[in-house]
């Protein structure tokens, strides 16, 4: 599907999420084409974008059900008007818009709000200087920095998979966004950090979690190739994910 054109238009601080009106289109058109994958028993890998990518899946799943998000990213993504001056790129709140805060023509397409419970979510991957911890703690969201996770991914893993086993739930979704890896094995990101993860921890903490028969798909996003002009980055990345998804 081709994603409407990134606009900012006359956007000034205050104003809100930008693009948000053709954001809130695509996500449903997005939710339309997932839903019919998802109901025909597809794994669902959905390529490219910022991370706002993340409400189409949201709200295809909470059309089926009640699901999950295990949020993998270099950044907690829990912006809001309460926390800061003002919101802005959606990328930035993305965690917070699924999980029902932000405004409502984002977080309430089809009386859906919120797409995912606090208690569903999972946020892995922020660094030590993360902003909006204190949202996350509010919230009661289970989260593991960057420095947890590259000291056992296989057990932050382990972790999130247990957090996760609510009779409740009808499954989860796995959201990437690549900046979660170190800014020395992945610049191509828009805010590239040190303190990240090597492709190593990546792949150990995606494996179990992918291989999870209650893991219906997940999303990868960030990547710029604009920022990798020789295709090194990329190359990298395809064969973390490749070893990710396979045996």
């Known amino acids: 599907m081709t994603p409407p054109r990134y606009d900012r238009g006359e956007w000034k601080p205050g104003d809100g999420v930008f693009n948000s009106e053709a954001m809130a289109t695509y996500t449903t058109k997005l939710a339309d084409r997932l839903g019919e994958l998802l109901d025909g028993g597809e794994f669902v890998v959905l390529l490219g974008g910022e991370c706002s990518n993340l409400l189409g899946p949201a709200v295809a799943l909470r059309r089926r059900g009640r699901y999950g998000v295990v949020y993998l990213d270099g950044h907690s993504d829990m912006r809001t008007v309460d926390n800061d001056e003002y919101v802005g790129a959606a990328g930035g709140e993305a965690l917070a818009l699924v999980t029902g805060r ?5 977080t309430d397409l089809g009386g859906l709000k919120p797409y995912i419970r ?17 949202t996350l703690r509010e919230a009661g969201i289970p989260h593991w920095s960057a420095l947890t996770v590259i000291d056992d991914p296989a ?10 086993e609510w009779d409740e739930l009808d499954g989860f979704w796995v959201h990437l966004d690549v900046d979660i890896l170190d800014a020395e094995v992945m610049p191509a990101v828009d805010s590239p950090d040190p303190g990240g993860l090597q492709h190593e921890h990546l ?14 798909g997940f999303n990868i996003g ?13 190359a990298e990345l395809t064969d973390t994910l490749v070893a990710a998804l396979t045996d």
């Open 102 to 106: 932000g405004q409502d023509d984002l």
């Open 118 to 134: 606090d208690t569903d979510a999972v946020m892995l991957g922020y660094r030590e200087d993360e902003a909006y911890l204190g």
């Open 155 to 164: 057990g932050a893993a382990a972790g999130v998979l247990e957090h996760l």
């Open 203 to 216: 792949r150990d903490l995606l494996k179990p979690l992918l291989a999870s028969p209650n893991c219906v």
């Open 222 to 234: 960030i990547f710029d190739p604009d920022l990798d002009p020789d295709g090194r980055y990329a």
